[in-house]
Nanobody, 126 residues
Framework: QVQLVESGGGLVQAGGSLRASCAVSGRTLSTYTMGWFRQAPGKERQFVAAITWSSGYPYYEASVKGRFTVSRDNAKNTVYLQMNSLKPEDTAVYYC???????????????????WGQGTQVTVSS
């Protein structure tokens, strides 16, 4: 059974930075793509970024490109989301997820993911 555990959320002022982590346990996900999604109150879950575990190829949603960086540490079995230049509209619960899909066109869709973490709250004050 795969378990994903997020950490690293918090409260930060606009323009600040946070790094969210997603620790993976239960099996090796070397053939998986790891995604980050976020969900604000009253809104649908939104794609933020993703990375292929094997090659480290990144994907980004347009509004975070240039501000957020997704990475993975194979030795620690952990995926990271470095969030810089944070804005109040980035406030949400951030989730990490894993999928075995290989088609890049399917990366942004939450229903394509097999495993989910419990989420970590990111709050950006203005």
């Amino acid at each position: 059974q795969v378990q994903l555990v997020e950490s690293g959320g918090g409260l930060v002022q606009a323009g600040g930075s946070l790094r969210a982590s997603c620790a993976v346990s239960g099996r090796t996900l070397s053939t998986y793509t790891m995604g980050w999604f976020r969900q604000a109150p009253g809104k649908e879950r939104q794609f933020v970024a993703a990375i292929t575990w094997s090659s480290g190829y990144p994907y980004y949603e347009a509004s975070v490109k240039g501000r957020f960086t997704v990475s993975r540490d194979n030795a620690k079995n952990t995926v990271y989301l470095q969030m810089n230049s944070l804005k109040p509209e980035d406030t949400a619960v951030y989730y990490c997820a894993a999928t075995r899909l290989v088609s890049s066109s399917r990366v942004p869709f939450p229903h394509e993911y097999d495993y989910w973490g419990q989420g970590t709250q990111v709050t950006v004050s203005s």
